[in-house]
């Protein structure tokens, strides 16, 4: 099921999901790829198949918020940018955030994207 709007927060080995409506929340998890690749003699095969995998649970959702700690969420940035840029234009909004429970980051996401809807449109210049 497809929602208004989602908001994802995400470390390096969890991203929780949660797509709503109004009245109506789906919740998602998608957990990191435990493996090591001596190719690269890290874990970038695994962390790019993670963020492949979050970007798959969003694909669709008009509107998203992404919360979780600085150096992770900006890290999802940049592979965003580098090798999902068609997401980028649903991507409303980055904060900072703590772990937060289910209830708390729905809450939170619900107060992040009401102010987003009462913002006006910019004015076409010469309107």
């Known amino acids: 099921m497809s929602q208004y709007h989602a ?4 470390d390096h080995h ?15 998890r998608v957990k990191d790829h435990k493996h090591f690749t001596h190719q690269h003699g890290s874990d970038v095969r695994a962390i790019h198949e993670f963020y492949a995998d979050v970007c798959e ?6 509107e998203i918020l992404v919360t979780g700690a600085r ?10 940018e580098k090798h999902r840029p068609q997401l980028m234009p649903a991507i409303k909004g980055w904060e900072v955030s703590e772990r937060l ?18 913002v006006p449109p910019p004015r076409a210049a010469g309107a």
């Open 101 to 118: 429970s289910d209830a708390q980051l729905v809450a939170l996401a619900r107060k992040y994207f009401d102010q987003v809807d009462r």
């Open 14 to 28: 969890n991203a929780f999901i949660h797509q709503f409506s109004a009245s109506e929340v789906e919740s998602t």
């Open 7 to 10: 908001v994802v927060w995400i």
């Open 57 to 62: 649970a969003l694909k669709g959702v008009p």
């Open 71 to 80: 150096q992770s969420h900006a890290d999802f940035r940049h592979y965003i």
